[in-house]
């Protein structure tokens, strides 16, 4: 019966995130980051934000991975159950007192507060392996490029 319950959760969770998703373009959605005041925060630029959401979830508010451990990640920042969100199947620590289901709509505030509250956390960026694998380290100025934007491209930050 809890495989039944746990299918019956996951289909109704992807129905109603489905009618509000968005998959935002590589400027509007750098716009918003940064109107956000996510450009410089614990010293992350826009360029951090926008490379670890591309290899997260493609822009894709409603996306949805499913991992090996039975947790999964939401939203366009990839927050896990376990850790960040409650999402009714996974025992969760649900830090940042959201449920999975409403990071995964294209209003992007409670995706940002609970990503902001990740990378406040010991780990920072680290925290996800789509910024250390492809981010870290790497020239992210391109991430900007042609979107009409004045903001810090390098981070300052001391990188592992």
């Not at 360029?47 to 366009?76: K, L, R």
């Not at 959201?98 to 990378?119: E, Q, T, Y």
């Not at 979107?147 to 810090?152: E, F, G, L, P, Y």
């Amino acid at each position: 019966m809890k495989a039944w319950d746990t299918v019956v959760v996951f289909l109704a969770t992807m129905m109603v995130a489905k009618v509000d998703a968005k998959i935002y373009g590589r400027c509007e959605l750098a716009m918003k980051l940064e109107k956000a005041g996510l450009n410089g925060f614990k010293g992350y630029t826009i360029g951090d934000w926008m490379c670890m959401a591309h290899y997260g979830s493609g822009f894709d508010t409603s996306f949805v991975n499913h991992n090996p451990d039975g947790s999964s990640d939401y939203g366009i920042f990839q927050l896990n159950s376990a850790w960040w969100c409650d999402n009714g199947v996974t025992p969760t620590w649900n830090l940042c007192h959201v449920n999975c289901r409403d990071l995964l709509n294209r209003h992007l505030l409670d995706d940002i507060l609970c990503a902001k509250h990740v990378i406040s956390s010991i780990k920072g960026m680290t925290a996800w392996d789509s910024w250390t694998q492809h981010c870290n380290g790497h020239d992210l100025s391109d991430w900007l490029k042609g979107c009409n934007m004045s903001v810090r491209i390098d981070s300052k930050k001391m990188r592992l």
